[in-house]
């Protein structure tokens, strides 16, 4: 069976390599991947099939922690996105931000209807930019909660790494100062860059290429 890498949104915490695609479990709503599941209860997941079959070997286990939200990130980048006439639900929803004499850029950017990035870009000299910290937020009813971070050196739980961020954000002056710039050129070919995060591998419709092909020619 091939495996991929961690998808992003994918609940799972009996696995750490994931293939096929997201579904969620008709019992508790996590959503996991096809390396959960089973053939004699296929709409739940591994978890709800040990409670449901062998309950008293669920009740012996210790509960595992649900993921949190990030209330305060949440409200920040909501109205971030908001003094700038940005829905934050737009399907593609985007701002790149900079502050005056910085050269760092804040990058909020809506990938699906569930999922939204908040990034830092770093400029490395040569017109490129390293994201440091990259989150991602699974966004819902429930609020935003954190799935998936690169550049963060936190472990598992990346909420308080998130929130303490929001209060960075506000201390730096990015609602009272930053400004709003162009969007960038590779702004066009942003569901192929985030389809190899999210687990896919989309062709470009107009090339063929692939994601690695186009991360090539993309400025970050």
Request: charged share 20%; net charge negative; aromatic share 10%.
């Amino acid at each position: 069976m091939e495996t991929q890498p961690r998808i992003t949104g994918c609940q799972s915490t009996n696995h750490s390599e994931c293939y096929g695609e997201l579904w969620s479990c008709e019992r508790c709503g996590k959503s996991v991947c096809y390396a959960e599941g089973t053939d004699n209860d296929p709409d739940v997941c591994d978890d709800c099939w040990v409670q449901i079959h062998y309950p008293a070997y669920a009740g012996e286990q210790p509960r595992r922690p649900t993921r949190q939200t990030a209330p305060a990130m949440q409200r920040v980048i909501t109205q971030l996105l908001e003094q700038h006439g940005i829905d934050v639900n737009e399907a593609d929803a985007f701002l790149w931000l900079a502050l005056p004499g910085q050269a760092e850029r804040l990058i909020i950017e809506r990938i699906d209807e569930r999922y939204l990035s908040v990034a830092l870009a770093h400029p490395d000299g040569a017109s490129y930019f390293t994201l440091a910290p990259d989150v991602f937020f699974a966004t819902d009813a429930t609020g935003w909660t954190p799935v998936y971070g690169d550049g963060v050196e936190t472990g598992s739980d990346l909420t308080p790494f998130a929130e303490a961020w929001a209060a960075r954000i506000l201390a730096e002056g990015w609602l009272t100062q930053a400004e709003k710039l162009p969007e960038p050129p590779w702004q066009a070919a942003q569901d192929a860059l985030w389809a190899s995060v999210l687990g896919a591998e989309p062709k470009d419709s107009a090339t063929g290429a692939g994601t690695e092909e186009l991360c090539d020619d993309v400025p970050f």
